[in-house]
């Protein structure tokens, strides 16, 4: 079976976020009012897998293997059938 | 009024993704049968705005004015009060 995963990557709260920090720098040049901005990753991933369950695990092994630092982010992710 | 933003800036569909594809080329060497992978941002703004409608319009202008570049990105966000 196809399925889409949407993989959210977040810097933790407790972790400085230097690239969200420039970005907030940069919109209030633009005159807005921003009270803080934090800059992550959004991955889609097309992938096969033999049901939801399957697919599933395979996104957790993408999150913790690959695609997010445990030490300093955190992830979360939408799995369906594509 | 605090609002919050979630901005999502993608590659457009036409555009090459050089991340997504060593993004992919990684995953595969885990055993994952990927399709296809598309690299992406996930921008989290926490703002003033006097309403809603004032609120869309400015996270408008983040789009288009300095998170998204409009060759080669497209965006969309979700504002909700916070």
Same mark, same amino acid.
């Given at each position: @079976?196809?399925?889409?995963?949407?993989?959210? $990557?977040?810097?933790?709260?407790?972790?400085? /976020?230097?690239q969200?920090?420039?970005?907030?720098?940069?919109?209030?040049?633009?005159?807005?009012?921003?009270?803080? $901005?934090?800059?992550?990753?959004e991955? $889609?991933?097309?992938?096969?897998? !033999?049901?939801?369950?399957?697919?599933? !695990?395979?996104?957790?092994? @993408?999150?913790?293997?690959?695609?997010?630092?445990?030490?300093?982010? /955190?992830?979360?992710?939408?799995?369906? !059938?594509?």
């Open positions: @079976m196809k399925f889409k995963a949407i993989i959210h $990557v977040r810097p933790k709260p407790e972790i400085r /976020d230097p969200g920090e420039a970005v907030a720098g940069a919109l209030r040049t633009l005159g807005l009012s921003i009270e803080g $901005v934090r800059a992550g990753k991955i $889609v991933v097309h992938f096969d897998a !033999a049901d939801l369950t399957a697919a599933r !695990a395979a996104v957790d092994t @993408m999150g913790k293997e690959l695609l997010a630092n445990p030490v300093i982010e /955190d992830y979360s992710a939408d799995v369906a !059938a594509a």
